[in-house]
């Protein structure tokens, strides 16, 4: 059992010895100098951070805004004028 | 040293050992642009603790090993979605078996031995691959693979193990030696 089981071993490392080296395609030099010439712009990861401190910012602007207009309803009723109601009083 | 002169004496090496990762040459040829797009990325940063040599080899297997995990789980994805499949049952299956090292007479038993590499642990796979198939030296796989020539040992014999219970039985259920 032992043997038949070191056989069956010996003869897969032997067909695997046997996997012979490949070279690889001539075109493969440029299709790797092309991934790296992509490589060396900006990154997904920067553009999506860029993108989303953006959003965060236009967003903190519009809260802004948003709220001030609000103040600035608030207010409305200290400005207009109060009715003056003396006439009726006399 | 430049990319230019990096790639001309790796890139068959690169190629070959990412070949008998995914026995598959349009696969074989994306792991191994990927792989010089990080040796120009890193090359600044490279600090010769160890060889080039083997530092090349390292990027070239950490990245096979990330493209198995990487296209695993998209068609895990996929299969989950269908049929709801257990993912624990999942593994890496060439879609093609590609191997064009393989001489044809041999094609459909290195296919079942490449099988049932491929359901190897990682390390185990490794050993296997730099030993058996790259024909690499015991003390250069142990420094590649960052372990000492005894642990590697330890675990190239765990990966005989587990392949000749593999092949013996093929779709065994048998737990692995890990």
Redo the contacts between chains.
């Keep these: 059992m032992k043997n038949s089981s070191n056989e069956l071993m010996e003869n897969v490392f032997d067909a695997l010895s046997s996997v012979k080296s490949v070279p690889p395609n001539g075109d493969l030099y440029r299709k790797t100098l092309m991934k790296i010439e992509c490589s060396r712009g900006v990154s997904v990861y920067w553009v999506r951070t860029a993108a989303a401190a953006l959003l965060l910012f236009l967003g903190a602007e519009l809260y802004a805004v948003l709220r001030l207009q609000n103040q600035k309803n608030g207010d409305v009723p200290l400005i207009v004028c109060e009715t003056n109601n003396q006439l009726y009083h006399e | 040293m430049d990319?230019e002169t990096i790639?001309?004496e790796y890139?068959?090496m690169v190629?070959?050992l990412s070949?008998?990762y995914v026995q598959n040459?349009e696969d074989a040829?994306e792991i191994?642009?990927?792989v010089?797009?990080k040796v120009?990325?890193k090359l600044p940063s490279f600090q010769e603790k160890s060889s080039l040599r083997t530092w090349v080899y390292r990027i070239a297997i950490n990245q096979s090993l990330d493209f198995i995990k990487a296209k695993q789980s998209l068609k895990r994805r996929f299969w989950l979605n269908i049929f709801s499949l257990n993912d624990e049952k999942y593994r890496f299956d060439p879609v093609d078996f590609q191997?064009?090292?393989?001489?044809l007479e041999?094609k459909e038993?290195?296919k079942r031995?490449f099988d049932a590499i491929n359901q190897l642990p990682d390390k185990q796979k490794t050993s296997?691959i730099l030993l058996?198939?790259m024909?690499k030296d015991r003390a250069e796989v142990a420094e590649i693979m960052n372990l000492n020539v005894k642990a590697m040992e330890s675990v190239f014999q765990r990966a005989?193990k587990n392949?000749?219970v593999l092949?013996?039985k093929n779709n065994s259920h048998e737990k692995f030696v890990q």
Excluded: R, W
Excluded at chain 2, 99 to 103: D, M, S, T
């Design positions: 990319i790639y001309f890139s068959s190629y070959n070949l008998q040459t040829e191994t642009q990927d010089f797009v120009y990325q191997h064009p090292g393989v001489e041999q038993a290195c031995i296997v058996k198939i024909g005989k392949l000749e092949l013996n």
